[in-house]
């Protein structure tokens, strides 16, 4: 029996009433991409606080309002390429991200975000080169580690997932996701015990952040969890 779950969420809440046999022998299905899209991203501008040096300088002042318009044009590509991503025109996101890392070389987010587009198109192993390219401008991108671990869950490549959960963790020890990614691929080469410690821990994290949707997703594989080690449980 498959789960046909939405790719959306980790866990939809139409999955909550899913035989226990059927939840974890396809718990691949429940292994998804992350696509939150960040629409209200803060940039650094440039800004010249000393006016007096700005008038005995003007060339300062040209710099900054080419910085400033260069900021301008980075975030109306993204906004732009976000915009279709979230209406699903996955060509239109992939040429306007194209557009962005191209313009701008060394923006970890645009290359992040084609990887999500091009994950989404099914083209994992190019989505896995774009991820890779965000981590070698941004050695400390977390979500891009557990981007390519989302890529090899899907392909039931837990070890190699695991790796990369890890990665992101090493980062950011608190990351929620990657606590509740990792604690699936566990459960899936059969570490319980650590996959329901991982759960619990993501549950509190979500807790503490006022993510109450993400709490009962968790929550909810945790029941499951909890149920599958232990038979005798109800």
């Known amino acids: 029996m498959k789960i046909s779950c939405s790719r959306e ?3 939809p ?10 939840f974890f022998q396809t718990t691949s299905y429940l292994i998804l991409s992350i696509w939150a899209v960040t629409n209200t991203l803060q940039f650094a501008r440039a800004e010249v606080s000393d006016l007096n040096i700005t008038k005995q300088h003007p060339q300062i002042q040209l710099l900054a309002q080419f910085s400033d ?3 301008q044009e980075r975030s109306q590509l993204r906004q732009t390429a976000n915009t279709l991503l979230n209406q699903g025109d996955l060509t239109g996101a992939e040429e306007n991200f194209r557009k962005l890392i191209k313009k701008f070389p ?3 987010f645009g290359y992040y975000q084609l990887g999500n ?10 989505a896995i080169k774009e991820y890779h390219k965000a981590i070698q401008k941004n050695s400390k991108y977390a979500v891009a580690y557990n981007a390519i671990a989302q890529v090899y869950a899907s392909q039931q490549q837990w070890s190699e997932a695991i ?6 963790l090493k980062i950011n020890p608190n990351y929620g996701d990657a606590l509740s990614n990792i604690a699936i691929a566990l459960w899936n080469q059969g570490n319980h015990k650590e996959a329901i410690a991982y759960a619990e821990k993501a549950v509190n994290i979500f807790k503490a952040q006022n993510r109450p949707d993400r709490v009962g997703q968790i929550e909810q594989i945790l029941r499951q969890m909890k149920t599958g080690d232990d038979p005798t449980l109800s």
């Open 9 to 11: 969420n980790i866990l």
């Open 13 to 22: 809440m139409n999955c909550k009433n899913l035989p226990k046999s059927a």
């Open 69 to 71: 318009n260069q900021d």
């Open 106 to 108: 060394e923006d970890s």
């Open 117 to 126: 587009v091009l994950f989404r198109q099914g083209k994992k192993e190019d």
């Open 163 to 168: 790796v990369e959960y890890n990665k992101a």
